[in-house]
């Protein structure tokens, strides 16, 4: 079924997808603009999730050409950390993702039942991130929208990157005013030119939240977040007891000068990573 979706997008004459080619099951999850179901391809049996996205909605926030342009890059995506996107067709109404099925569902439904993640674990998802990310900015695509809810899990525990960035610029407006600013660097919160370093910043968040819970710079209000995003407001609590190197890590990518911060490259090579991730880029339920 991937092959055939790909070689289907190069050539536009070979027979397009439609709803008939595929038996609908349950819902997975509601997105902003649609529901995605699992769904099995008739003719191989192939298990995807299906993403069904109203026009109507598309349309209301004229978000057509970036929804068009931000497929074709997740199209053009291979990384076994990025969620596949094999292909799309569209009815009167509707348009549908085929995607790539993450079992396991989002990683923050597994944060948030445990509490927090072991080292093992954390340091696996930052090095699968890692590697995704610097995939993905030697194509000169910057993601921006990392969070906990865009990270799924396939049945392996494999981290999977997902909502590639169509949906980041539909809400970059709202962020500063009723999104959460708790993944965003501070040049994005203070709406300054920015390059990939945001993605690496995000790295630090993630990291931190994993590894205690809550995002570092989490407040009562977006105010009091902004300003201790902008000051770098960072402490880490005595409980969970967390290594000296995972804090190591997490302040060299919380780097107020995006400049300094540790290049992806570096957070591959850091000791904590080195000594915790999974080199088979997993980690299995039992870890928890
Ligand atoms: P979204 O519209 O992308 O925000 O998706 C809404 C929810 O559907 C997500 O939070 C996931 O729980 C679920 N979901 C989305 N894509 C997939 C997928 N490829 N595999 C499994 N579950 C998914």
């Not at 649609?34 to 209301?60: D, P, T």
């Not at 590697?131 to 993601?143: G, N, R, S």
């Not at 090579?269 to 870890?287: G, T, V, Y």
Request: aromatic share 10%; proline share 4%; glycine share 4%.
């Amino acid at each position: 079924m991937p092959s055939q979706t790909r070689r289907q997008n190069q050539n536009p004459q070979k027979k397009q997808w439609s709803l008939q080619d595929f038996e609908i099951g349950k819902p997975l999850g509601k997105g902003k603009f649609g529901r995605v179901y699992l769904a099995r391809e008739l003719k191989s049996k192939y298990i995807v999730a299906l993403k069904v996205i109203f026009k109507e909605q598309i349309e209301k926030y004229r978000l057509h050409h970036q929804l068009r342009r931000e497929m074709e890059i997740q199209t053009s995506l291979r990384h076994p950390n990025v969620l596949m996107l094999y292909g799309w067709f569209h009815d009167d109404e509707r348009i549908y993702l085929i995607l790539e099925y993450a079992h396991r569902g989002e990683l923050y439904r597994e944060l948030r039942k445990t509490g927090h993640l072991t080292e093992k674990q954390a340091a696996t998802y930052i090095a699968s991130l890692a590697q995704a990310l610097a995939y993905c900015h030697e194509k000169d695509v910057i993601h921006r929208d990392i969070k906990p809810e865009n990270l799924l899990l396939d049945h392996e525990g494999r981290l999977k990157i997902a909502d590639f960035g169509w949906s980041v610029q539909s809400t970059s407006k709202r962020h500063t005013m009723c999104g959460t600013l708790d993944y965003l660097a501070p040049e994005m919160v203070e709406n300054k030119a920015h390059d990939y370093a945001v993605d690496n910043w995000t790295l630090g968040i993630l990291c931190y939240e994993f590894l205690y819970g809550v995002p570092p710079f989490e407040a009562e209000s977006q105010t009091d977040t902004f300003r201790r995003i902008m000051k770098v407001d960072l402490s880490f609590p005595s409980t969970p007891q967390v290594s000296a190197e995972a804090k190591d890590l997490i302040s060299r990518l919380l780097v107020k000068d995006s400049s300094k911060r540790l290049s992806l490259q570096k957070i591959m090579e850091h000791p904590w990573i080195m000594k915790n991730a999974d080199p088979m880029d997993k980690c299995s339920k039992l870890d928890v």
